[in-house]
């Protein structure tokens, strides 16, 4: 994303930026693939978990003049909800493309472009007299977090394909228990991350930064 300016000299925002349409394109296509993610952990975990729903199938069996056990209902619930967790696997898979991918955009942007340069571009600026140093300051920490979030990434990625075939590389039990326990963790500071990042688009957009969102939509042009 390439800095318009510096509020120092129009007071418009170091967050108003043109982005790239490989920027965007990858943006949306996450957005997307993580917010589907998202929703197969819900349902599987809720509308189809397969403890819950065992009660559930057995009265209405019931009514029908039909007694099943709980280990025989279990085998129909669980039918259902593996579905959604292979869904949920194939996402995963979507997401560890984009992943990749997001390595050969940032490789084959203009260098002023990449996040390297834009973190040291923001340190150098601190380091300057004359500058707005709160803003710059700001603009490091969202900068480096958007780090933080692909290290996460990275991670999320690595234990749901180790989970994915973990199996068949002959891991022992206790360690895919572990990764996906480690995987299940990590979820939930992406979506910590994702919730921060939200409110801080709103509250910028409402702010200073207004044109922030349609930025990632028309490339701020």
Do not use: C
């Not at 978990?49 to 007694?67: A, F, S």
């Not at 991918?101 to 002023?112: C, D, F, M």
């Not at 472009?113 to 007299?129: G, H, N």
């Not at 234990?159 to 075939?165: E, N, Y």
């Amino acid at each position: 994303m390439t800095q318009k300016t510096t509020s120092t000299e129009t007071g418009i925002s170091l967050f108003i930026q043109t982005n790239s349409a490989a920027v965007r394109i990858w943006h949306w296509l996450t957005f997307l693939v993580v917010t589907s993610i998202i929703v197969t952990v819900i349902i599987a975990s809720t509308v189809l978990n397969p403890r819950e729903n065992i009660p559930v199938v057995q009265n209405i069996l019931k009514d029908k003049g039909v007694v099943v056990s709980n280990d025989q209902t279990f085998a129909v619930t669980h039918m259902y909800d593996d579905k959604m967790w292979e869904l949920h696997k194939l996402l995963g898979y979507a997401l560890a493309f984009l992943f990749l991918s997001r390595i050969a955009v940032e490789l084959t942007q203009p260098k002023e472009e990449r996040i390297s340069f834009r973190l040291k571009k923001a340190r150098m600026a601190l380091k300057q007299t004359g500058t707005n140093k709160k803003e710059w300051k700001h603009y490091l920490i969202v900068k480096a977090s958007y780090s933080l979030f692909y290290l996460l990434l990275f991670a999320m990625v690595v234990t749901g394909l180790i989970i994915a075939f973990g199996k068949d590389l002959g891991l022992a039990v206790p360690t895919r228990h572990t990764v996906k326990e480690v995987h299940g963790f990590i979820q939930y500071l992406i979506y910590a991350f994702i919730f921060f990042h939200l409110a801080g688009v709103i509250r910028a957009e409402l702010k200073n930064a207004k044109g922030i969102v349609s930025g990632m939509i028309n490339g701020g042009k």
